[in-house]
Nanobody, 122 residues
Framework: QVQLVESGGGLVQAGGSLRLSCAAS????????MAWFRQAPGKEREFVAA????????AIADSVKGRFTISRDNAKNTGYLQMNRLKAEDTAVYYC???????????????WGQGTQVTVSS
């Protein structure tokens, strides 16, 4: 198993930036693909970005393409989501997730963090 802990959320003005981190412990982080999802109040959890175990392959949701970047540092057992040019509609709880295969479906990931709140004021 792998345990995931997100950090880096907070309140930011529209147009600003935040970098989320996902610290992993337990089994070797480099064995897992990693993804970020988000869930706004009253909405379903949605895919944001994913990265393969090596970092060589990524996928980004159209809604954040060109503004968000996913990356990872396997030596530090940490994944990241750099969020630039934030918009009010980016407000949500952001979750990191891990599993052996890279994908965009919520049910494709067995391991989840507790989430970190991102609030963008307009």
């Amino acid at each position: 198993q792998v345990q995931l802990v997100e950090s880096g959320g907070g309140l930011v003005q529209a147009g600003g930036s935040l970098r989320l981190s996902c610290a992993a412990s337990g089994r070797t982080f480099s064995s897992y693909a990693m993804a970020w999802f988000r869930q706004a109040p009253g909405k379903e959890r949605e895919f944001v970005a994913a990265i393969s175990w090596s970092g060589g392959s990524t996928a980004i949701a159209d809604s954040v393409k060109g503004r968000f970047t996913i990356s990872r540092d396997n030596a530090k057992n940490t994944g990241y989501l750099q969020m630039n040019r934030l918009k009010a509609e980016d407000t949500a709880v952001y979750y990191c997730a891990a599993d052996f295969e890279t994908g965009i479906r919520v049910d494709g990931y067995a391991y989840w963090g507790q989430g970190t709140q991102v609030t963008v004021s307009s």
